[in-house]
């Protein structure tokens, strides 16, 4: 990926209900108390996302825009406060759980307790 700034990383976004994602940068972000952040080797779009997408996830509301899914395989590139399970360069799987970022991205901070 070209031209990517320091800071920021690529995403699949979704702007509005029923919308296609749209590929764009966004700000990456950093690991909070007890969380790790992750470069994201695989995700995937599951059936929640593409229900999510459709408006059809009455449990799964998101606020637009918003980066989905949550099913990860990673690599540590962080650990944030409190994180003591895990180190840089620890590869592993897990979720971002709800009301975090998604994983169709480069990077997500996502709790510890989730990998």
Do not use: W
Request: proline residues 5%.
């Amino acid at each position: 990926m070209t031209n990517v700034k320091p800071h920021s990383m690529r995403a699949l976004v979704l702007d509005s209900y029923g919308d296609p994602f749209r590929i764009t940068d966004v700000a990456r972000l950093t690991p909070g108390n007890a969380q790790v952040l992750l470069r994201i080797k695989a995700s995937g779009v599951n059936p929640l996302d593409t229900n999510t997408r459709n408006r059809k996830a009455t449990h799964a509301k998101q606020r637009l825009s918003a980066i989905l899914s949550i099913d990860l395989a990673d690599v540590v590139e962080a650990v944030g406060p409190g994180v003591t399970d895990f180190k840089p360069s620890d590869e592993g799987y897990g979720m971002t759980g709800g009301g975090l970022q998604g994983s169709l991205a480069e990077f997500a901070a996502v709790d510890a307790d989730f990998l």
